[in-house]
Protein backbone atom coordinates (compact mmCIF):
# COMPACT_ATOMS: atom_id res chain seq x y z
CA UNK A 1 0.00 0.00 0.00
CA UNK A 2 2.83 2.94 0.75
CA UNK A 3 4.55 1.00 -2.37
CA UNK A 4 1.58 1.96 -4.70
CA UNK A 5 0.98 5.63 -2.13
CA UNK A 6 4.51 6.66 -3.46
CA UNK A 7 4.41 5.57 -6.53
CA UNK A 8 0.98 7.71 -6.80
CA UNK A 9 2.89 10.72 -5.17
CA UNK A 10 5.58 10.37 -7.69
CA UNK A 11 2.95 10.41 -11.08
CA UNK A 12 0.89 13.50 -9.50
CA UNK A 13 4.73 15.27 -8.76
CA UNK A 14 5.20 14.75 -12.36
CA UNK A 15 2.09 15.37 -13.79
CA UNK A 16 2.18 18.93 -12.09
CA UNK A 17 5.81 19.72 -12.62
CA UNK A 18 6.67 22.51 -15.71
CA UNK A 19 7.58 20.83 -19.16
CA UNK A 20 11.09 20.60 -19.85
CA UNK A 21 11.18 19.53 -23.46
CA UNK A 22 11.00 22.87 -26.17
CA UNK A 23 8.14 23.28 -28.58
CA UNK A 24 10.47 23.59 -31.52
CA UNK A 25 8.39 24.98 -34.31
CA UNK A 26 6.89 27.44 -31.66
CA UNK A 27 9.11 30.26 -31.56
CA UNK A 28 7.29 31.33 -28.30
CA UNK A 29 7.87 28.09 -26.65
CA UNK A 30 11.72 27.32 -27.38
CA UNK A 31 14.38 27.32 -24.86
CA UNK A 32 15.94 30.49 -24.39
CA UNK A 33 19.73 29.72 -25.29
CA UNK A 34 22.30 30.78 -22.64
CA UNK A 35 25.20 33.64 -23.13
CA UNK A 36 27.98 31.65 -23.21
CA UNK A 37 26.19 29.47 -26.05
CA UNK A 38 27.99 29.27 -29.39
CA UNK A 39 26.20 29.32 -32.73
CA UNK A 40 27.46 30.90 -35.75
CA UNK A 41 30.51 32.99 -35.99
CA UNK A 42 28.99 36.73 -36.63
CA UNK A 43 30.41 40.32 -37.58
CA UNK A 44 30.51 43.20 -34.65
CA UNK A 45 29.49 46.56 -35.35
CA UNK A 46 31.23 49.74 -34.00
CA UNK A 47 28.28 52.13 -32.78
CA UNK A 48 31.03 54.52 -32.11
CA UNK A 49 32.08 55.08 -35.93
CA UNK A 50 29.13 53.35 -37.30
CA UNK A 51 31.32 50.87 -39.48
CA UNK A 52 32.27 46.84 -38.42
CA UNK A 53 34.95 46.15 -36.44
CA UNK A 54 36.83 44.26 -39.12
CA UNK A 55 39.42 45.39 -40.38
CA UNK A 56 39.80 42.03 -42.89
CA UNK A 57 43.38 41.12 -41.83
CA UNK A 58 42.62 38.08 -42.84
CA UNK A 59 44.12 36.16 -39.76
CA UNK A 60 40.91 34.41 -39.00
CA UNK A 61 40.50 33.16 -42.37
CA UNK A 62 43.75 31.49 -42.24
CA UNK A 63 43.86 29.83 -38.63
CA UNK A 64 40.13 28.82 -40.00
CA UNK A 65 40.53 24.61 -39.91
CA UNK A 66 38.15 24.26 -42.53
CA UNK A 67 38.81 26.99 -44.87
CA UNK A 68 35.53 28.63 -45.21
CA UNK A 69 36.23 31.71 -44.85
CA UNK A 70 37.07 34.44 -47.06
CA UNK A 71 37.67 38.60 -46.62
CA UNK A 72 38.85 41.12 -48.34
CA UNK A 73 40.22 44.88 -47.01
CA UNK A 74 40.23 48.42 -48.43
CA UNK A 75 41.17 51.50 -47.63
CA UNK A 76 39.01 53.07 -44.66
CA UNK A 77 37.11 56.35 -46.41
CA UNK A 78 35.99 56.98 -43.06
CA UNK A 79 40.20 57.38 -41.89
CA UNK A 80 40.69 59.58 -44.99
CA UNK A 81 37.61 62.13 -43.61
CA UNK A 82 39.48 61.79 -40.39
CA UNK A 83 36.22 60.12 -38.97
CA UNK A 84 37.90 56.45 -37.60
CA UNK A 85 40.86 54.90 -36.52
CA UNK A 86 40.94 51.93 -38.77
CA UNK A 87 43.32 52.89 -41.89
CA UNK A 88 42.09 50.01 -43.53
CA UNK A 89 37.73 48.45 -43.76
CA UNK A 90 36.18 45.22 -44.72
CA UNK A 91 34.99 45.20 -48.12
CA UNK A 92 33.82 41.71 -48.73
CA UNK A 93 33.50 38.64 -46.34
CA UNK A 94 31.86 35.59 -46.77
CA UNK A 95 31.85 32.29 -44.28
CA UNK A 96 30.26 29.26 -45.78
CA UNK A 97 28.15 28.35 -42.56
CA UNK A 98 27.28 25.23 -43.92
CA UNK A 99 31.10 23.98 -43.35
CA UNK A 100 31.75 25.91 -39.96
CA UNK A 101 32.28 23.66 -37.35
CA UNK A 102 31.39 26.23 -34.73
CA UNK A 103 35.15 25.70 -33.39
CA UNK A 104 35.48 29.46 -32.44
CA UNK A 105 39.11 29.86 -33.71
CA UNK A 106 38.49 32.47 -35.70
CA UNK A 107 36.87 34.47 -32.19
CA UNK A 108 39.83 33.87 -30.51
CA UNK A 109 42.77 34.47 -32.76
CA UNK A 110 40.74 37.83 -33.96
CA UNK A 111 43.19 40.88 -32.71
CA UNK A 112 40.30 43.57 -33.10
CA UNK A 113 36.73 42.56 -31.32
CA UNK A 114 35.76 41.99 -34.95
CA UNK A 115 33.78 37.93 -34.46
CA UNK A 116 32.03 36.52 -32.32
CA UNK A 117 30.20 33.49 -31.98
CA UNK A 118 26.01 34.39 -32.35
CA UNK A 119 23.61 32.66 -30.40
CA UNK A 120 22.31 31.79 -33.88
CA UNK A 121 21.73 27.80 -34.84
CA UNK A 122 18.74 27.49 -37.28
CA UNK A 123 20.23 28.27 -40.39
CA UNK A 124 18.94 25.03 -42.63
CA UNK A 125 18.13 25.75 -46.20
CA UNK A 126 16.49 24.21 -49.23
CA UNK A 127 18.93 25.62 -51.71
CA UNK A 128 22.45 24.46 -52.33
CA UNK A 129 25.28 27.13 -50.59
CA UNK A 130 22.26 28.41 -49.14
CA UNK A 131 24.51 29.16 -46.00
CA UNK A 132 26.98 31.17 -47.50
CA UNK A 133 26.54 34.22 -45.35
CA UNK A 134 28.67 37.67 -47.13
CA UNK A 135 29.20 40.61 -44.81
CA UNK A 136 25.32 42.23 -44.56
CA UNK A 137 24.13 38.65 -43.42
CA UNK A 138 27.40 38.49 -40.96
CA UNK A 139 26.95 41.64 -39.67
CA UNK A 140 23.27 41.89 -39.35
CA UNK A 141 23.97 38.30 -36.73
CA UNK A 142 26.32 40.11 -34.71
CA UNK A 143 24.28 43.41 -34.49
CA UNK A 144 21.30 41.29 -33.32
CA UNK A 145 24.33 39.38 -30.91
CA UNK A 146 25.31 42.52 -29.25
CA UNK A 147 21.59 43.53 -28.91
CA UNK A 148 20.90 40.69 -27.29
CA UNK A 149 23.58 40.14 -25.09
CA UNK A 150 24.33 43.67 -24.09
CA UNK A 151 27.89 42.67 -25.69
CA UNK A 152 30.88 44.95 -25.60
CA UNK A 153 34.34 44.73 -26.87
CA UNK A 154 37.39 43.04 -24.79
CA UNK A 155 40.12 45.42 -25.90
CA UNK A 156 38.22 49.06 -26.07
CA UNK A 157 40.60 50.99 -26.01
CA UNK A 158 43.02 49.51 -28.78
CA UNK A 159 39.98 48.53 -30.65
CA UNK A 160 37.94 51.60 -30.32
CA UNK A 161 37.68 53.29 -34.12
CA UNK A 162 37.26 56.51 -32.17
CA UNK A 163 39.81 58.43 -33.74
CA UNK A 164 42.86 59.51 -30.99
CA UNK A 165 42.40 63.58 -31.36
CA UNK A 166 38.74 63.31 -30.24
CA UNK A 167 39.76 61.16 -27.25
CA UNK A 168 42.09 63.77 -26.01
CA UNK A 169 40.04 66.85 -26.94
CA UNK A 170 37.31 65.05 -24.47
S1 LIG B 1 37.26 39.05 -38.14
FE1 LIG B 1 39.11 39.72 -37.05
S2 LIG B 1 40.71 38.27 -37.70
FE2 LIG B 1 39.02 38.09 -39.16
S3 LIG B 1 39.54 39.48 -40.85
FE3 LIG B 1 38.22 40.62 -39.41
S4 LIG B 1 39.65 41.67 -38.05
FE4 LIG B 1 40.83 40.04 -39.08
S1 LIG C 1 34.05 28.72 -36.01
FE1 LIG C 1 35.83 27.53 -36.72
S2 LIG C 1 35.13 26.55 -38.63
FE2 LIG C 1 33.65 28.18 -38.16
S3 LIG C 1 34.38 29.95 -39.32
FE3 LIG C 1 35.30 30.08 -37.25
S4 LIG C 1 37.30 29.08 -37.42
FE4 LIG C 1 36.10 28.47 -39.22
Known amino acids: MI????GLFVTMKTG?????????????????VEN????FPSLTWDYDVEEPYCTGCMVCVRECP??????????NPLFSEGKSRRKKIIDEFEINLGR????????????FDAIEMSHEHELSKRVR??????LQQLL??????QSNTNWQPK????????????????
Open 3 to 6: GFLT
Open 16 to 32: FRRPVTAQYPDPEKRIK
Open 36 to 39: RFMG
Open 66 to 75: TECMTAKMKD
Open 100 to 111: CILCGICVEVCN
Open 129 to 134: NGNRFG
Open 140 to 145: KLGIKF
Open 155 to 170: QPEKNSGVPVKKVDEE
